[in-house]
């Protein structure tokens, strides 16, 4: 993905490797200083800036009112994009960085964004509901970007805030109205018997309880996985790989693991073959350090200044 | 749908700004250090960040001049900027058009002719739209050209400016712009010139040149706020380059070798 | 230099910006980062203004590298073509080295053969690394290097860091060596080299010109101290460079010295709170 590396840099840099030493002086699970910031988007429902050494991609949620089928059971739906900046890729072509674009909202769609149900994005059963729009803008890119990407994407879900709503009927009945779902000014006009949501009649619309700020976390935010890309250089294998460390290992895998420790997803990258014993090892001592990772990712979000723009929250661990 | 009113009795406007009051204005340079030259910009709640590259050998080798530097734009925006998600495919037309508007802007400002052969790559990244998209694209890639020492004429300072009935207003938030005519200017303003003059709007001729001269005026001004924000970082950095261990034995050698 | 000058306070760093009037163009000569217009020179960059006799410049504080004749730098072969490599110098254009400009294998005379630029890739490929010295220039403004002498060639035993030109002072020699044990090459191009010392008799003579080993992708045995050094030295670079401090061996000496005994490990000085206690530490030194 990077500059192409004269053989002698390439050979010094896995000789190193091979013996636990990285050219920037880390032992091969140290991760480079890790700064998260939510609440960078003011026009998005939930964001985050995830910054890995000089890795650096911003992630915006935005919620978007949907109709919804009859008989559509879907609690949720949700779409997602990256976007590679050329800034962050100066050695690639266009179609080179659309590709790249397509295969990291690919990793999204499989490993991230099937997991976003929750009955909270119910707002009329068969009817409406929230769409979720996850999109990704990658600005920096000095490697590791799976685990950049994730953790932004993950501490904008953090942020985001899903605003209550309550349902409407109608006193008389008729066909409902509008749909756009401007709160107020349809409720005055049908009408309103009733705010409360189950009351026997269905409701046909809804209005808002909170404004843009407020609202109600997304539940299970906190189990949400995270991504540890494991670089396999047999038989070491080292975390939070520089673009030229990454250049060194034949094998990548990425890990998309749960805090309570449950593996949701692997993905393996690189032409190398692998044998299946390597990648038992690899995955218990991945799931170990991707929850600790976690763990760490959740009490950092906690933090009350990690919600103000590029505060900067120093290294991991 | 209750009606906008772009001015109530008071005189002041929805976001409570005078007729002629900007929007808070901040800018910072060397935003990303991996490129040559770099600088965020915010007018309000709009955000820009332009990145320059260059000048450097051409990517393209079929389009570079033997006489003067090619300047390529281009122009992304965030699927969240505005009110609504909106996903641009790369090469949608309105985008390239506004990246063609800007290179425009800037071509004959930056002294090309002193770079042969190679290219001036600008890429701008809409992260926050609330209006002035224009204005604040040109005064974020004016920042990044100083920041990438790439020699200009002189700053090129852009505002918007609209009206309602009979009075002008400057700076418009997206609510106004689309509510209003209004026309965005680029000047430089040392000598005056104007380097853009963009309208999509209908205004009667005779409203033009007051617009037109107020935008003008408030791009001075905005110029002498860019100013101080770039000689502050200049003199951030001459300091620590002088601080750290430069003798002047060395500074001395340096100048005559001029 | 004549202090006469009206606008000259001794001492201090007269700064500028674009589009700003600089003095009388009847008086002066414009330099670099300058302009004339209406009998003023007027400044095209933002930075610090300089003034050699009668001919006043502009230095900008950030910019890629202005090739000179004599420049040593460090680059990147970004393409074979032919009898010619293009090289990345972090220039406005890639630099040409010739075919005609490097040493051949079978000593230092030999003339080139129509056999060599069948198997140019032998002696440099696609990303392969090289320090060079720009010689004169003719024609289009892409600067020309040579390798014609037994310090240039390919760059092998260690690791690349890049800062900005500005940052990098111009010396008697661009080639230094650590105390802790380490080399470095510092490109005026702001390409800076970081290498296992070699010792000054086992680099290879005049007369025993070995194309196997100028031409060698293959590093030595580099132990795990000499690896550390480099890593410490690489790091130390980074810190200087974002802060925009000169770097020179001497300030990257006492650094590596105040790294040791403070007794942090290389990859501490990634951590913003250790480099800015170590530049404040060094800078007050200096």
């Known amino acids: ?317 | 749908m209750s009606r906008f009113e772009p001015l109530n009795a008071g005189n002041l406007r929805s976001d409570g700004r005078r007729p002629l009051e900007l929007r808070s204005f901040s800018a910072q340079l060397t935003t990303h250090p991996s490129a040559d030259g770099s600088a965020s910009v915010s007018h309000g709640l709009t955000q820009v960040t332009a990145c320059v590259y260059g000048p450097r050998e051409a990517k393209n080798r079929g389009q570079t001049m033997h006489d003067r530097a090619l300047v390529n734009v281009e122009v992304s925006v965030a699927p969240w900027a505005g009110e609504m998600r909106r996903q641009r495919a790369r090469g949608d037309k309105r985008t390239l058009e506004f990246a063609a508007s800007i290179k425009a802007t800037f071509e004959p400002v930056i002294q090309t002719t002193l770079y042969p052969r190679s290219e001036i790559h600008i890429h701008i990244h809409v992260l926050q739209l609330d209006g002035g998209l224009l204005q604040a694209s040109i005064n974020a890639t004016t920042l990044a050209l100083i920041d990438a020492g790439i020699p200009m004429l002189d700053y090129v300072s852009s505002l918007s400016a609209g009206l309602y009935l009979t009075t002008a207003m400057l700076d418009l938030t997206s609510i106004e712009e689309s509510d209003l005519p209004s026309v965005t200017v680029a000047v430089l303003p040392r000598s005056g010139k104007v380097t853009l003059v963009s309208m999509e709007t209908r205004l009667h001729v005779d409203r033009f040149e007051e617009m037109f001269k107020l935008a003008m005026e408030g791009g001075k001004v905005l110029r002498g706020e860019m100013d101080r924000i770039v000689r502050e970082r200049t003199a951030a950095l001459a300091r620590q380059m002088e601080g750290g261990g430069g003798t002047k034995e060395e500074d001395k050698m340096d100048t005559d070798d001029l | 230099m004549d202090m006469d000058w009206d606008f000259d306070d001794e001492g201090v760093q007269k700064l500028t910006s674009p589009g700003e009037v600089i003095t009388s163009a009847t008086q002066f000569m414009r330099g670099h980062g300058t302009f004339v217009e209406d009998n003023d020179v007027v400044a095209s960059l933002s930075g610090t203004i300089e003034r050699v006799n009668k001919l006043v410049s502009v230095r900008a504080l950030r910019t890629r590298y202005h090739g000179e004749v004599g420049d040593l730098v460090v680059g990147r072969i970004t393409e074979v073509q032919a009898a010619r490599w293009k090289v990345d110098v972090n220039g406005h254009q890639d630099a040409l080295l010739r075919l005609s400009s490097v040493n051949l294998p079978g000593g230092v005379q030999r003339r080139k053969l129509e056999s060599d630029e069948l198997e140019m890739r032998k002696f440099f490929e696609e990303g392969d690394l090289l320090v060079a010295e720009v010689q004169p220039t003719h024609g289009d403004g892409a600067l020309n290097l040579h390798t014609r002498s037994l310090k240039y060639g390919k760059l092998r035993n260690g690791q690349l860091v890049t800062v900005s030109p500005v940052l990098i002072r111009r010396r008697n020699s661009h080639f230094c060596s650590l105390p802790c044990g380490v080399d470095l090459i510092l490109g005026m191009n702001g390409y800076i080299w970081i290498a296992k010392h070699v010792a000054e008799n086992q680099k290879e003579g005049e007369e025993g010109f070995d194309a196997e080993a100028v031409y060698s992708n293959k590093n030595d045995d580099i132990d795990m101290e000499t690896r550390a050094a480099i890593s410490r030295v690489s790091n130390l670079i980074h810190v200087f460079a974002r802060r925009s401090i000169p770097i020179t061996d001497a300030i990257l000496a006492e650094a590596y010295d105040w790294a040791v005994q403070q007794e942090t490990s290389p990859s501490d000085l990634l951590r913003a709170d250790v480099g800015d206690t170590m530049v404040a530490m060094v800078t007050a030194l200096a």
Request: with cysteine; net charge negative; proline share 6%.
């Open chain 1, 1 to 317: 993905m990077a500059q192409p590396l004269s053989k002698a840099e390439s050979s010094y840099t896995a000789a190193g490797l091979l013996n636990s030493q990285r050219p920037d002086g880390r032992s091969l699970l140290d991760y480079r200083p890790i700064t998260l910031a939510t609440g960078v988007a003011p026009t998005a429902n939930g964001s985050a800036r995830a910054r890995i050494g000089d890795t650096d991609v911003v992630v915006a949620v935005k919620l978007d009112m949907q109709r919804m089928d009859e008989e559509d059971e879907e609690e949720g739906r949700c779409v997602c994009s990256v976007e590679c900046s050329p800034s962050a890729f100066p050695h690639l072509d266009r179609d080179a960085l659309s590709d790249l674009s397509t295969d990291l909202t690919d990793h999204l769609r499989t490993y991230l964004t099937p997991l976003l149900t929750s009955p909270q994005l119910l707002i009329i059963p068969h009817a409406r509901r929230w769409q979720l729009a996850v999109d990704a803008l990658v600005l920096a890119h000095s490697g590791n970007l799976h685990d950049t990407l994730f953790a932004a994407a993950r501490s904008a879900l953090w942020d985001l805030r899903l605003p209550r709503t309550r349902g409407v009927v109608y006193d008389a009945p008729g066909t409902g109205v509008g749909g756009d779902g401007s709160g107020t000014g349809s409720v005055e006009r049908a009408g309103v018997l009733d705010h409360m949501r189950g009351m026997g009649r269905q409701a046909v619309d809804f209005e808002l309880e909170d404004g843009a700020d407020e609202g109600l976390p997304l539940e299970g935010r906190d189990d949400l996985p995270v991504c540890l890309t494991m670089n396999l250089l047999s038989p070491v294998y080292y975390l939070d790989a520089t673009s030229v460390e990454e250049a060194c290992s034949p094998t990548r895998l990425l890990l998309f693991v749960r805090p309570s420790g449950t593996l949701c997803g692997i993905q393996k990258l690189g032409s190398a073959e692998l044998h299946p014993s390597e990648l038992k090892q690899a995955l218990q001592e991945g799931v170990k350090h991707a929850k600790e990772m976690a763990g760490t990712m959740n009490r950092r979000l906690r933090e009350p200044t990690t919600r103000s723009l590029g505060s900067n929250l120093g290294p991991f661990s």
